[in-house]
């Protein structure tokens, strides 16, 4: 069975930082790229970083580039996202995405997803 768990959310000032957790099981984590996404209210779901399956690429939304950074360990089915300097306008529920196995084609790779962490950056 599938897990992606999320962890490291919570109350922080303008300025602040936060590491986000995504612990994952039930798949081989290797395979999978993986990716944060966050859904502010009243807003639609929007994707903040990739990273591959290696570590080796990383993407970034205009947004969070500069202050965001995403990183895994394969070795222990972990990835993370490091928020620095965050923003008001960053407030909003994290999610972990997995997408894979990278050798699937397209059309049949699969998507996992954690059940958020709440983010909110007020004074």
């Known amino acids: 069975q599938v897990h992606l768990v999320e962890s490291g959310g919570g109350l922080v000032q303008p300025g602040g930082s936060l590491r986000l957790s995504c612990a994952a099981s039930g798949f081989t984590f290797s395979t999978y790229a993986m990716n944060w996404y966050r859904q502010a209210p009243g807003k639609e779901r929007e994707l903040v970083a990739t990273i591959s399956r290696t570590g080796g690429s990383t993407n970034y939304t205009e947004a969070v580039k500069g202050r965001f950074t995403v990183s895994r360990d394969n070795a222990k089915n972990l990835v993370y996202l490091q928020m620095n300097s965050l923003k008001p306008e960053d407030t909003a529920v994290y999610y972990c995405?997995?997408?894979?196995?990278?050798?699937?084609?397209?059309?049949?790779?699969?998507?996992?997803w954690g059940q958020g962490t709440q983010v909110t950056v007020s004074s």
């Open positions: 995405n997995a997408n894979g196995p990278f050798y699937a084609l397209k059309e049949n790779r699969r998507d996992y």
